[in-house]
């Protein structure tokens, strides 16, 4: 996909595993774990956690925010 965005691929697995990769306190970034993690399509999005809350950016077409209470729901975002 060389680095643009994409939009949610129906092939894959809603149960496909995703890793969440610590970058910085209270941020994650989230990966397809099928993939090579250097690999660009394998970055789904990142997770923010802030004012009590989980910011989640998806990187799928259209871009997306969210927020949830917990880091579960958070986690649960990128299998809908």
Same mark, same amino acid.
């Given at each position: &996909?060389? /680095?643009?965005? !994409? @939009?949610?691929? +129906? *092939?894959? +697995?809603a149960? $496909? +595993? ?5 970058? =910085? !306190?209270?941020?994650? !970034?989230?990966?397809? *774990?099928?993939?090579? =993690? $250097? %690999?660009?399509? *394998?970055l789904? /999005?990142?997770?923010?956690? !802030? $004012? /009590?809350?989980?910011?989640? @950016? @998806? &990187?799928?077409? +259209?871009?997306?925010? %969210?927020?949830? *209470? ?5 986690? $649960?975002?990128?299998?809908?």
């Open positions: &996909m060389n /680095g643009s965005l !994409r @939009t949610l691929d +129906p *092939a894959r +697995p149960e $496909a +595993p995703v890793v969440f990769e610590e970058v =910085a !306190r209270h941020q994650w !970034r989230v990966l397809d *774990a099928g993939l090579p =993690a $250097a %690999s660009v399509d *394998a789904l /999005g990142f997770v923010c956690h !802030r $004012a /009590g809350l989980y910011e989640v @950016t @998806t &990187m799928a077409e +259209p871009l997306g925010v %969210s927020y949830f *209470a917990d880091l579960d729901a958070a986690h $649960a975002a990128f299998h809908a």
